[in-house]
């Protein structure tokens, strides 16, 4: 391996002066803290109270303040001399480019939510978009906000179905898709999908069509439903001004749904004030924003790091997103580190299975190309190995950049615990995400609550709350209780507790490290999975009668799901059978979803009471001794794993 990085730490203790005291002014008097920082933003009346507290955990931000996530993320800047600077560069897969300035900005918005205004929408309704990573979606995203219209963004990879359940959870009116979008030099005809998924979500009475791929030369037939779906550019008026309508802090900008523990997801609501004063702050702390900066995020907008820090982040610190539609390495693997070069990209973040994936094809293809303009790398969405690490600090940060490992949930709407450059940079440790920022009270705590002491593993928890943090869940607020809340709070002695699922570790200097989730979510190559929407996709076939999904250690993906299937009477095991199932997964959910293996068992193991012990499945897929078994119903369950893995070698 190459040299080790420079800011691992020396004997001496490093005592982060700077960053304590921060840290320790905002525990003090977290409302004076955060005040200081929202006046940054622009409120149209600025709020009665920092934090409402008195409904816990209902907690709300800057309650009685008045807002516009739109107008801070874009006009706001026209005042201050950015109107001709790119706001929004966009580069296609099959090279193409599109840049937008603050001001082309500012049109496009007004003109899209125009016609949302047109259709009748307004304050209190919501909208859903399942488009791929064009300029189209963060402009729908911004002209919605501009309305109060709460939006809901669909992963464009997900399946009919799936956007189909999300649509009728969030009772969207009107849905926003595209004739299709470019993966890996193939169409994906998304409007075909959407049509699918439209038979079976009534709610919605209008479609607005984005003509994508067939206005950059694909064949693609594109029907469109009379009456109710229309192409976005017959729509759209050559010019419109349309004022943004000042909304509370607490108003919901955005439902995003993700995977929890039952095969229902889950749509996180977050607010307008609290979030975009937690996107801002983070984006100060974490990638120390300067006016020049050009920010290459490279998630997908359907994820929450891409609504935080490809579009809110970068765009209300006025400096220049870059939006990348297609594979990172497709037509090779040098894609990312070429539109780096390219625009000058001096913020880089991305996920770590994307760093190991990368490193495999070796680092000629990084070393191809000047990435001096570098200055902050960051990782997201799960732990990063000690090798990806320093080969994304040595090959790709010229040993210059400081690696932020940025820990955090679709639930926390921004950046928790993560080096803080923009504050001060403490010594790094790779695969350590180093202490909680400003405002956030983590810890690690045991079974029974106690803090954990240094060097053992435990859960992470979060004291208090944060102006990030989620509402609750969309029609579901018992839910948003029990999920987060439940676990660890003391609500008679008035203590709440937020539990976000993870292991973790703290330790001798108090840094924290992520160890992995603690419940029945698995990350694959960073998405978040359920394990129980996986098997719910495989009950829903004829041939399976049982199923249950574990997470198998991948050294690319971090994990994959790997399943054990019991099969109704009448079928029999085979190729065919597991080719259709993989199929099934792939049309129900979508093809991040699809197991990497699927076993068939004749039982599974499972508590007296009926549960499915994933945990000893898991054990003995890793190899491992499977632990308390005193709940077991039958022992031979085991033995049918093992005879199932044994078969499949
Ligand atoms: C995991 C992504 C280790 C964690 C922003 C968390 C991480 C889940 C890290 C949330 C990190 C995220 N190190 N694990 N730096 N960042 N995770 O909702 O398990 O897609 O609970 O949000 O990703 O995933 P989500």
Redesign the pocket.
């Known amino acids: 391996m190459t040299s080790e990085p420079k800011t691992l730490p020396t004997e001496a203790r490093f005592i982060p002066k700077r960053l304590e005291e921060v840290r320790k002014r905002a525990l003090e008097n977290p409302e004076e803290f955060f005040a200081e920082i929202a006046r940054e933003l622009e409120w149209f009346k600025t709020w009665d109270k920092v934090l409402d507290d008195s409904n816990p955990p209902f907690y709300r931000w800057f309650v009685g303040g008045l807002i516009n996530a739109s107008y801070n993320a874009v006009d706001r800047h026209l005042k201050r001399g950015l109107r001709n600077k790119a706001a929004i560069i966009w580069e296609g897969e099959p090279g193409d480019t599109r840049v937008l300035t603050y001001y082309q900005l500012y049109r496009e918005v007004n003109r899209f939510a125009a016609v949302l205004e047109n259709l009748g929408l307004r304050k209190g309704d919501t909208i859903a978009f399942y488009l791929p990573m064009i300029p189209e979606l963060p402009i729908f995203m911004l002209a919605a906000a501009r309305l109060g219209i709460t939006f809901t963004v669909v992963f464009s990879g997900f399946s009919a179905k799936a956007l189909a359940e999300r649509i009728n959870d969030a009772k969207a009116k009107v849905l926003v898709t595209a004739d299709g979008g470019f993966r890996r030099g193939k169409v994906i005809e998304l409007k075909k999908i959407a049509d699918e998924a439209l038979e079976m979500a009534p709610s919605v009475e209008t479609v607005i069509v984005v003509k994508n791929v067939t206005a950059r030369g694909a064949k693609i037939d594109v029907p469109l439903t009379e009456g109710r779906d229309y192409w976005l550019h017959n729509l759209l008026p050559a010019h419109a001004k349309v004022d943004p309508v000042p909304v509370e802090s607490t108003h919901p900008l955005f439902i995003l749904y993700?995977?929890g523990t039952t095969g229902k997801p889950k749509g996180?609501v977050h607010s307008t004030g609290g979030y975009l004063v937690w996107v801002y702050a983070t984006m100060k702390w974490v990638f120390d924003v300067k006016p020049d900066d050009v920010m290459f995020c490279t998630?997908d907008i359907g994820?929450?790091?891409g609504h935080?820090y490809v579009v809110f982040g970068p765009l209300l610190h006025g400096i220049t997103t870059v939006m990348y539609e297609g594979a990172p390495d497709y037509p090779a693997p040098d894609r990312w580190w070429q539109i780096v070069e390219k625009y000058g990209v001096t913020i880089f973040y991305t996920a770590?299975t994307a760093i190991r994936m990368l490193m495999r094809y070796g680092e000629e293809w990084v070393k191809k190309h000047d990435l001096s303009t570098l200055r902050i790398l960051g990782?997201?969405?799960?732990?990063?190995n000690p090798e990806a690490w320093k080969w994304y600090y040595t090959v790709v940060g010229g040993e210059r950049c400081p690696i932020v490992?940025?820990?955090?949930?679709?639930?926390?709407g921004g950046?928790m615990?993560?080096p803080a450059p923009g504050i001060q940079l403490v010594p790094l440790k790779p695969g350590s995400?180093t202490y909680p920022l400003p405002g956030v009270d983590a810890d690690v705590v045991c079974e029974d609550g106690s803090p954990c002491p240094p060097g053992q593993r435990g859960y992470?928890v979060i004291k208090r709350p944060w102006p990030g943090m989620l509402m609750t869940l969309w029609g579901d607020p018992e839910r948003y209780v029990r999920t987060y809340w439940q676990r660890f709070s003391k609500p008679e002695e008035g203590k709440w507790i937020y539990y976000?699922?993870?292991y973790a570790m703290k330790d001798e200097d108090g840094y924290f490290w992520?160890?992995?989730?603690a419940d029945e979510?698995i990350?694959v190559a960073?998405?978040?999975l359920g394990t129980a929407e996986i098997e719910s996709a495989l009950v829903s076939h004829p041939a399976v009668a049982e199923a249950a999904v574990v997470g198998k250690p991948d050294p690319v993906k971090g994990e994959v799901p790997v399943a054990f299937v019991v099969l109704r009477q009448g079928y029999t095991p085979s190729e065919e059978l597991r080719h259709e199932l993989v199929e099934h997964v792939r049309k129900t959910l979508g093809p991040i979803a699809v197991p990497a293996a699927i076993f068939f068992v004749e039982k599974l193991p499972k508590t007296r009471s009926g549960k499915i012990m994933r945990r000893v499945i898991k054990a003995v897929l890793l190899g491992k001794t499977p632990g308390d078994l005193t709940t077991l119903e039958d022992e031979a369950s085991l033995d049918e794993i093992r005879r199932a893995l044994e078969e499949f070698k």
């Open positions: 993700t995977s996180v998630a994820w929450i790091t935080s770590p990782t997201v969405g799960e732990p990063i490992d940025t820990w955090w949930q679709t639930e926390t950046i615990i993560s995400a992470l976000p699922a993870d992520i160890l992995g989730r979510v990350k960073g998405h978040r």
